[in-house]
């Protein structure tokens, strides 16, 4: 394995830069070295003008997802040993607009999830500061797969219904919306179909699942998507029952 590997870094400032460019960088290839790795090494020792996101450095904060080789992935957890000989793009995530360099806005995303309710909705009491709902372990395992979201937006830097569908809520958005759907102490999966159940909702995914192979923590969110799709469809079907058979 050789000493160094070359990062090609997208360079990018909005309001100077008519258009992203890449800059490379040789730095030091480490067995134990990540992408992230990599890149505070050219922070540091080459040019500390780079600008990207990271914070714990063990895949649970979601912040360091960037491009790397095409794909969307957590630079934390991304092994430049695995891209030897190189040389490795880094690039920042798709379907974002650039703030600089590898550094994204997520605003759409935070506008877009509260819509979901994505907490514990309880309509038959005033308040659960001081009251306890337990739950069995397999009501525990109904939503807990949906539970391991970390907000990292990689789903969504690799779906392509949300590169041409901006209204398209999203796949964290809904699965983390089945999170709470499929919580035995929540009443909130009637507020919430409003806003799934729309074109702008589940029906906006045509299935593709690339946010599924995406996702770092095997969320599936594109499970979620369909089996939504199921319960809204059902439900629809029902509402056409008679009152008494529904």
């Known amino acids: 394995m050789p000493d160094t590997i070359t990062l090609q870094v997208a360079r990018y ?6 258009a992203p460019t890449m800059q490379e960088y040789v730095v030091p290839l480490r067995q134990e070295w990540a992408v992230l790795d990599g890149l505070n090494y050219i922070k540091d020792q080459l040019d500390g ?26 630079t934390c957890g991304t092994f430049l040993a695995d891209y030897a000989p190189g040389p490795v793009r880094v690039e920042p995530l798709a379907n974002f607009p650039v703030i600089r360099d590898l550094v994204v806005g997520i605003d759409d995303f935070m506008r877009k999830l509260p819509k979901v309710k994505p907490w514990l909705v309880r309509e038959d009491e005033p308040g ?17 797969q949906y539970s391991m ?11 392509p219904v949300y590169a041409i569908e901006p209204d398209f809520l999203g796949p964290a958005a809904i699965a983390l919306a089945q999170r709470y759907n499929l919580d035995s102490r929540d009443q909130g999966a009637h507020q ?8 702008e909702g589940v029906w906006a995914c045509t299935y593709v699942g690339e946010c599924t192979s995406a996702c770092p923590k095997g969320v599936d969110p594109a499970g979620a998507i369909q089996r939504y ?3 809204a469809a059902t439900r629809t079907l029902r509402s056409f029952l008679p009152r008494g058979e529904r």
């Open 49 to 74: 003008t780079l600008s990207f996101r990271w914070s714990c450095r063990m895949g649970i904060c979601g912040s360091c997802g960037m491009t790397v080789d095409g794909d969307p992935a957590l």
């Open 192 to 199: 919430r179909m409003d806003v799934l159940a729309t074109a």
């Open 229 to 231: 799709k199921l319960t």
């Open 149 to 159: 979201c970390i907000n990292c937006m990689l789903c969504y830097a690799a779906c």
């Open 128 to 144: 659960v500061a001081d009251v306890e709902f337990l739950q069995t372990p397999p009501q525990l395992d109904e939503y807990q």
């Open 13 to 18: 400032r909005p309001d100077t830069d008519a």
